[in-house]
């Protein structure tokens, strides 16, 4: 397709997690969407790699991957300036699990920079040889989108908003697939419709859409489910396309990226003496690490926002097992980026019983070398506890909601906890390696009065 990207060895192709680049939208635009950025992938990728695609099937591919282009670029949309769609900033595409002869498995995320917790699109895409010309994708949604708060709060503003919501959730505009009531599927055709969500179908089972492509053909069937049976529900015609080279988006921000290299060496370890820190809390009471220290060992967590789903989970956890840690001999520290102003209705919400302090500046952070990574923010995406914690975050939230001021979805810290001894040395340090790992209270219960420590602990 024209691209001049680096062949990845044939060791790195067996890693779990190989290539997580990010791909830039432009705003106004929809020439470059999700197909071409597994078209990007699939020239990274070496073709020669052994238990892959051979040159000839990667060709295949990329016409297959070409066809996909009709469900995902409708060109009558690119003018259309009040699609959400087009304010599309981000694709992120990376390779999960290990390679199958004949087999991709990409989890593939759409984004929007206000709103990092909350994709507008998030998918496994599943592609295989079957027969010498034929292939087939499966794709598995990972996010419902009418669960999505910025798809309702944007079908609010908009002049379609009487219109119902699944009718903004599918791809088309003019067409998409429903279930009926017999449980069966049937085709819709809609007029003058809106498309926010790129989804030629409804979803069902977990399974959106399933594709068997020849590529000698010039239409791409779309099956349900139970597509052996050879029941065709949509047809796409050939849609051409128009492509160009991308690379990865860097971060602009000068100072995340100084702070990401100095975390990459340097962290803190078990016997070091971090700074006495006196600051003030959310309450606007003085916290002196030194006075606190005189009756109780210090376990400090460091969070994200007030807002980030995973950080309420741990902090709801925090509550629940806040009087058995101060019968251990604790006292809790928690550091949030958030400012004092969007942190403060969070605390008298939730009624947190332990030191808060607001750090957007981020001083605390940088004392105690937390780390900031885009590419574990990404790692996090697939991991299964960080989904189940977001998922109860959420939960937990209720109806609150709580705002984003603005640079906070930037942010690519990744979480830590520390004990600190009466002595002022740390005890325990736990690195991240996820968004959502934290030292487990039920080790620091089981482990309260011991002076072993441990050492810097990740778990992915």
Same mark, same amino acid.
């Given at each position: 397709?024209?691209?001049?990207?680096?062949?990845?060895?044939?060791?790195?192709s067996?890693?779990?997690?190989?290539?997580?680049?990010?791909?830039?939208?432009?705003?106004n635009?929809?020439k470059?969407?999700? +197909?071409?950025?597994?078209?990007?992938?699939?020239?990274?990728?070496?073709?020669?790699?052994?238990?892959?695609?051979?040159?000839?099937?990667?060709?295949?591919?990329?016409?297959?991957?070409?066809?996909?282009?009709?469900?995902?670029?409708?060109?009558?949309?690119?003018?259309?300036?009040?699609?959400?769609l087009?304010?599309?900033?981000?694709?992120?595409?990376?390779?999960?699990?290990?390679?199958?002869?004949?087999?991709?498995?990409?989890?593939? &995320?759409?984004?929007?920079?206000?709103?990092?917790?909350?994709?507008?699109?998030?998918?496994?895409?599943?592609?295989?040889?079957?027969?010498?010309?034929?292939?087939?994708?499966?794709?598995?949604?990972?996010?419902?989108?009418?669960?999505?708060?910025?798809?309702?709060?944007?079908?609010?503003?908009?002049?379609?908003?009487?219109?119902?919501?699944?009718?903004?959730?599918?791809?088309?505009?003019?067409?998409?697939v +429903?279930?009926?009531?017999?449980?069966?599927?049937?085709?819709?055709?809609?007029?003058?419709?809106?498309?926010?969500?790129?989804?030629?179908?409804?979803?069902?089972?977990?399974?959106?859409?399933h594709?068997?492509?020849?590529?000698?053909?010039?239409?791409?069937?779309?099956?349900?489910?139970n597509?052996?049976?050879?029941?065709?529900?949509?047809?796409?015609l050939?849609?051409?396309?128009?492509?160009?080279?991308?690379?990865? =988006?860097?971060? %602009?921000?000068?100072?995340?990226k100084?702070?990401e290299?100095?975390?990459?060496?340097?962290?803190?370890?078990?016997?070091?003496?971090?700074?006495?820190? =006196?600051?003030?809390?959310?309450?606007? %009471?003085?916290?002196?690490?030194?006075?606190?220290?005189?009756?109780?060992?210090?376990?400090? +967590?460091?969070?994200?926002?007030?807002?980030?789903? =995973?950080?309420?989970?741990?902090?709801?956890?925090?509550?629940?097992?806040?009087?058995?840690?101060?019968?251990a001999?604790?006292?809790v =520290? +928690?550091?949030?980026?958030?400012?004092?102003?969007?942190?403060?209705?969070?605390?008298?919400?939730?009624?947190?019983?332990?030191?808060?302090?607001?750090?957007?500046?981020?001083?605390?952070?940088?004392?105690?070398?937390?780390?900031?990574?885009?590419?574990?923010?990404?790692?996090?995406?697939?991991n299964?506890?960080?989904?189940?914690?977001?998922?109860?975050?959420?939960?937990?939230? &209720?109806?609150?909601?709580?705002?984003?001021?603005? &640079?906070?979805e930037?942010?690519?810290?990744?979480?830590?906890?520390?004990?600190?001894?009466?002595?002022?040395?740390?005890?325990?340090?736990y690195?991240?390696?996820?968004?959502?790992?934290h030292?487990?209270?039920?080790?620091?219960?089981e482990?309260?009065?011991?002076?072993?420590?441990?050492?810097?602990?990740?778990?992915?």
């Open positions: 397709m024209g691209f001049s990207l680096a062949e990845k060895n044939e060791k790195s067996r890693e779990f997690l190989i290539f997580a680049p990010l791909l830039k939208l432009k705003k635009t929809m470059l969407c999700i +197909v071409g950025a597994i078209l990007c992938w699939l020239s990274a990728t070496s073709i020669a790699q052994k238990n892959t695609f051979s040159k000839d099937e990667h060709k295949k591919i990329q016409t297959f991957i070409q066809q996909i282009s009709a469900v995902y670029n409708n060109q009558a949309q690119a003018d259309t300036t009040e699609n959400p087009l304010r599309l900033s981000e694709i992120r595409i990376f390779e999960i699990w290990t390679h199958k002869k004949n087999e991709y498995w990409l989890s593939i &995320g759409w984004y929007q920079p206000d709103f990092p917790e909350q994709p507008m699109g998030e998918k496994i895409f599943h592609i295989k040889s079957i027969r010498k010309d034929t292939f087939e994708l499966d794709c598995y949604s990972w996010t419902d989108p009418s669960n999505s708060s910025y798809l309702l709060q944007w079908k609010e503003k908009h002049p379609y908003k009487k219109k119902k919501l699944e009718h903004l959730t599918n791809d088309g505009c003019q067409n998409y +429903v279930k009926n009531s017999s449980g069966g599927y049937e085709l819709k055709t809609l007029k003058d419709q809106v498309c926010a969500f790129n989804n030629p179908m409804a979803p069902f089972d977990g399974l959106f859409f594709f068997i492509f020849d590529p000698t053909g010039q239409k791409m069937d779309i099956y349900d489910k597509y052996k049976a050879g029941k065709v529900l949509f047809h796409y050939n849609t051409p396309m128009l492509m160009r080279k991308t690379t990865p =988006v860097k971060s %602009n921000n000068l100072e995340e100084k702070q290299q100095a975390t990459d060496d340097g962290r803190l370890k078990r016997g070091d003496k971090p700074e006495a820190f =006196v600051v003030e809390d959310v309450l606007g %009471n003085t916290i002196s690490l030194r006075k606190i220290l005189k009756k109780n060992k210090v376990l400090l +967590v460091f969070l994200r926002h007030a807002w980030c789903p =995973v950080c309420n989970y741990r902090t709801h956890e925090l509550i629940g097992n806040y009087n058995a840690l101060k019968e001999g604790y006292e =520290v +928690v550091v949030y980026e958030s400012s004092k102003k969007s942190l403060l209705p969070y605390v008298e919400d939730h009624d947190l019983p332990y030191f808060v302090i607001a750090d957007p500046q981020r001083e605390l952070y940088k004392a105690f070398k937390v780390e900031f990574s885009s590419e574990k923010m990404l790692k996090s995406r697939t299964t506890k960080m989904l189940t914690h977001y998922k109860k975050g959420m939960e937990l939230f &209720g109806d609150r909601q709580y705002a984003k001021e603005k &640079g906070e930037k942010s690519s810290i990744i979480p830590a906890d520390f004990i600190i001894n009466k002595d002022r040395t740390l005890e325990t340090v690195y991240g390696e996820y968004i959502g790992d030292l487990p209270v039920k080790e620091l219960l482990g309260a009065g011991s002076s072993s420590g441990h050492e810097i602990r990740n778990r992915f």
